[in-house]
């Protein structure tokens, strides 16, 4: 191994140990970012193991606080140059919100007009700096809510780690190079993830595509919108018009959205644009 891999590996393991005083459990990394051991079962057809086994390589399962156990894990992966973190454990049940920049998307303004429609704004919270020029912010969850992982379902670009899933530590290097935090914002603590985000993070069960179209081509979304007052005419479209493109409904449903959202008070030209800014966030094209 050469010199460079070992200072990486042991400057990883430095900021893993430190990232594990702050109660944040972690594992050991490669250069490609993927958990640095392998699986002890990957030619055993039997039912997953999570780590009951007692031996490394079960992933995110590995995650630990432990300063002895993340030491023997960067001991068994010493290739490992860098570190993951755990989202959804206790004590900060963190939620990863990860923002690209890549493939002309821009992922930090698509949050901001999510946070315009939906009514939160992002609080100082950490922030680290990827080497492709993305950000992942670091938000904490309530104890009894499980966020699911997502990519790109918010908006293009936005994509979300919370249970099982993790998060590249600030100090990790990998082959795209080194993850660094924000200036005056590495000891910030984790902020509360904002009540209109969260929402958006857990959707209320959507009904699928055939129950749609059995109950008159979405009637309950367009109902939801005639229904709404003042001061939620726009947000519960914009709403109903993203479950409508999710569920392959976008174009057929567009007309009676438009005309419900005018019975509540809405010019045309200010429900076209929200329905349009959905089929955007959805990653359709109006």
Known sequence: MATTDRQATTLALAHALS????????????????????????DDPGPACHGGCGRFGHGVYDASTDPARIREMFAAAPW?????IACGLPPYHLIGVDLDTKSGTDAP?????????????????????TPSGGRHLWLTGPPDVVVPNSASRLAPGIDIRGAGGYLVGPGSRTAHGVYGTLPGTARLPPAACPPGLLRLLLPPPRTPHRALA?????????????????????????????????????????????EAARHTGLTEQEARATIASAARMTGHRP
């Open 80 to 84: 490992a140059t860098g570190y993951g």
């Open 19 to 42: 990232a594990a005083e702050r109660g944040l459990a972690v594992l050991p990394l490669s250069r490609t970012k993927l958990p640095a051991l392998r699986s002890p079962h990957r």
């Open 214 to 258: 059995e109950h008159g081509h979405g009637h309950g979304l367009v109902h939801f919108v005639l229904t709404a007052h003042e001061g939620q005419r726009n947000t519960r479209l914009f709403w109903a018009a993203c479950r409508a493109y999710e569920n392959g409904l976008g174009p057929a449903l567009a007309a009676s959205l438009t």
């Open 109 to 129: 303004a698509a949050l901001r007009e999510l946070g315009l429609r939906h009514l939160f704004t992002v609080p100082d919270t950490v922030v680290v700096l």
